[in-house]
């Protein structure tokens, strides 16, 4: 059976509309219900919930910590509740996802941004002993996305989930590449969700300044989350370029944001596999949403980017991409990082 949330909504307006969600009696009997939002837009929340809500209880997350979710799943425990909403950014929800699995109880994500395919995704990506985690957790019970607050977030960091999205189109081709070359499983379904999920933004010429190209987005980046519920884990989603983008995080943390790095990595493992078409495709669509194509767009030089693809399969030991089909020296993947440059940069 395949899973889903028990709703989907993409509109503006919708936080002030959580009590109708939560008066489904599948997602909470007796109406104990938490919420949990972040730092920065916390206040301006909990005024706009107020309303529908009423008494439920408002946890602050001071960051996307595994100590953090941890901190927030003890509080939900010893309060009974019957569900939280986790209501913010990726950050913030995905530490509320964590702690909603070390409760054991059901999750409402409210995304006020759309930086990456977090959303809805089986996974948590939590800071942990000075680097990043990804820790397995249940999907939302229920998934929402406010217009109005995605339109006040951080541009750049709205702009990034194209960059999270494009990646579908070099994970599915890794993914493949796995099952010709070494008789991975692969599941025809998921990959058609991310693909679809990929395909529904790349030929776009509208933009963030546009409540349709957002609903469109984060639809796609719903669906990316719900093909790896389908695939049983990351596949679909997270290729070669996610491992550089992991390397990059590693080597140089603070260098730029996850979609904005994903979208880099897409455009250099199509490079390499000498794909022009999907190349130009992917770098059109990341220039005409203001995205970084280059490493220099982001402070890379040449050397430290060199350095961060050599890294990068290590960074998801078993996973065989591009990368690890051509087994580049540390001479070939210089070389091969300058020739992308000079064929893509502007």
């Not at 899973?3 to 489904?24: C, F, H, K, N, Y």
């Not at 706009?48 to 809500?53: D, F, G, K, N, T």
């Not at 699995?101 to 941004?113: D, K, R, W, Y």
């Not at 050599?310 to 210089?334: C, D, N």
Request: glycine share 10%; hydrophobic share 45%; proline share 5%.
């Amino acid at each position: 059976m395949l899973p889903a949330p028990l709703t989907m909504e993409v509109r503006r307006g919708a936080i002030a509309q959580l009590g109708v969600l939560l008066s489904d009696s599948r997602v909470a009997t007796s109406g104990r219900v938490a919420v949990a939002v972040g730092v920065s837009q916390g206040d301006k929340i909990a005024e706009v919930i107020a309303p529908s809500l009423g008494e439920a209880r408002v946890f602050r997350v001071p960051d996307g910590s595994v100590d953090a979710a941890v901190s927030l799943g003890a509080d939900l425990r010893k309060g009974a509740y019957e569900a939280v909403i986790g209501i913010g950014g990726g950050k913030t929800i995905d530490a509320t996802k964590y702690a909603a699995s070390l409760a054991g109880i059901p999750m409402v994500a409210v995304a006020t941004n759309l930086s990456h395919d977090g959303i809805c995704s089986p996974v948590a990506s939590l800071v942990h002993d000075g680097g990043k985690g990804s820790f397995g957790v249940p999907m939302p019970l229920a998934i929402m996305v406010d217009l109005d607050f995605v339109h006040d977030a951080p541009e750049a960091l709205v702009r990034s989930g194209v960059g999270d999205v494009m990646s579908n189109l070099s994970a599915i081709e890794d993914w493949q590449l796995g099952n010709a070359e070494r008789g991975e499983p692969i599941d025809g379904l998921a990959i058609s969700m991310a693909r679809t999920a990929a395909e529904a933004v790349i030929g776009r010429s509208d933009s963030i300044e546009s409540d349709a190209f957002l609903t469109v987005l984060a639809e796609s980046l719903i669906l990316s989350g719900m093909s790896m519920v389908i695939a049983g884990s990351s596949r679909p989603s997270s290729g070669g370029d996610h491992e550089i983008l992991h390397a990059v995080d590693q080597l140089f943390p603070g260098t730029s944001n996850h979609g904005e790095l994903a979208g880099i990595g897409t455009a250099f493992c199509f490079f390499l596999r000498e794909d022009s078409r999907r190349l130009d495709q992917v770098t059109d669509c990341l220039r005409r949403h203001a995205l970084p194509v280059t490493p220099g767009d982001v402070g890379l030089t040449a050397e430290q980017f060199t350095a961060a693809v050599m890294l990068a399969p290590s960074t998801r030991p078993g996973r065989y991409t591009i990368l690890e089909h051509l087994r580049l020296s540390e001479t070939e993947v210089r070389t091969r990082v300058e020739d992308y440059v000079r064929a893509v940069g502007r």
